[in-house]
């Protein structure tokens, strides 16, 4: 049997001015993990929010009770040199943080913000550190990447080199409220194929009119902003959504 379906709603999309008070109350509403996009501007043209932000929404959400429990902080790093800064969401409160396999075919190894060095890091390197440094490791890609690229990183015989999850993007990554593209689904159904225990993320364009493709694919991990945010009644969506992977388990 699959995982467990998990939903992330993407505080993205939630009140800036009441932040803390918008993430207690999603979980409240009953999404298991907190969906937070982080945008450096150079790897995406947008520009969102860093460390001290997490630092700040985390005491308003309790911190899981195991790994992958509810109050995950799920960290997706759309950023250009994802090594520097998994020591500062590490002290922030991140409990997943969630790097694109093209910035780490294309980053430095260096790790701190303020580090320079002249050699390079790779996928498998990121892993291991982020797991070193006492969090859940997590790879994307991006719509234009093939899924391919994961097979040898996900049959890595180092469990330490190996992901925790997987995030196939069904939108390109840089802003919110973008059309779904069912596109991608391919990769999350050769991914669940291939690696049936395995967390598969989807985030992009994700709502009731959407979400039956993707749990049919095989996702599990359900990021959806504006679905949950936007919604007069968060908790029935929440719950709709779940409700769409539970029934598709196999």
């Not at 095989?218 to 719950?239: E, L, Q």
Request: glycine share 8%; net charge negative.
């Amino acid at each position: 049997m699959s995982p467990p379906a998990i939903i992330a709603p993407s505080i993205l999309s939630a009140d800036f001015g009441a932040l803390g008070a918008a993430c207690s109350d999603t979980i409240k509403h009953g999404a298991n993990w907190l969906h937070i996009d982080i945008m450096d501007g150079h790897f995406v043209p947008n520009m969102t929010f860093g460390a001290p932000v997490v630092t700040k929404i985390r005491p308003h959400v309790e911190r899981p009770k195991s790994s992958y429990g509810r109050g995950t902080f799920d960290c997706h790093m759309m950023i250009a040199e994802p090594k520097k800064w998994v020591k500062d969401f590490q002290k922030a409160g991140c409990d997943l943080y969630c790097f694109h396999y093209e910035a780490a075919i294309s980053s430095t190894a260096a790790e701190d913000p303020a580090g320079q060095s002249e050699a390079k890091t790779s996928p498998k390197q990121m892993i291991s550190f982020i797991h070193d440094n006492g969090m859940l490791a997590g790879i994307a890609i991006k719509p234009e990447t093939p899924v391919d690229v994961l097979w040898d990183i996900l049959e890595n015989s180092s469990k330490v080199e190996r992901p925790d999850m997987v995030l196939v993007m069904t939108v390109h990554p840089g802003f919110g409220g973008q059309k779904f593209m069912a596109s991608e689904l391919p990769k999350v159904k050769a991914l669940r194929e291939r690696y049936p225990d395995l967390n598969i993320e989807v985030d992009g364009g994700l709502s009731e009119g959407t979400i039956d493709q993707a749990a049919e694919a095989g996702a599990n991990v359900i990021v959806a902003g504006s679905a949950v945010f936007g919604a007069k009644d968060p908790a029935d969506v929440i719950s709709k959504l779940r409700q769409a992977v539970e029934s598709r388990r196999g």
